[in-house]
């Protein structure tokens, strides 16, 4: 199983960006799956979360009304679009996935798959 993030990069404080993640290996259709972020010197934290069918989402207070999470289940693939991009924002980028609950948390130790991670890098 292969999660692969794509789409970050360096961009201007209230600028955008969308980050991808596609799946390889096995379906999550049914699955939760999620973006956390680990800043330089702080812990992996997360930022946002979609349920199996997509019609549940979660996001950590910080992004909220600024990030928005959705998900292709034909593709299996899901997506962070991030707008209203703030220094604070700059991080690794880390997708996951998980084979066993269908509504996303925020415990990484429910994830089972995670990406390699991609830079995000708010500045001017």
């Known amino acids: 199983v292969q999660l692969v993030e794509s789409g970050g990069g360096l961009v201007q404080p209230g600028g955008s960006l969308r980050l991808s993640c596609a799946a390889s290996?096995?379906?999550?259709?049914?699955?939760?799956m999620g973006w956390f972020r680990q800043a330089p010197g702080k812990e992996r934290e997360f930022v946002a979360g979609i349920s199996g069918s997509g019609g549940v989402t979660s996001y950590a207070d910080s992004v909220k009304g600024r990030f928005t999470i959705s998900r292709d289940n034909a593709k299996n693939t899901i997506y962070l679009q991030m707008n209203s991009l703030k220094p604070e924002d700059t991080a690794v980028y880390y997708c996951a996935a998980s084979a066993r609950i269908t509504i996303a948390q925020a415990r990484e130790r429910l994830y089972d798959y995670w990406g390699q991670g991609t830079q995000v890098t708010v500045s001017s």
């Open positions: 290996g096995r379906t999550f259709r049914g699955n939760a």
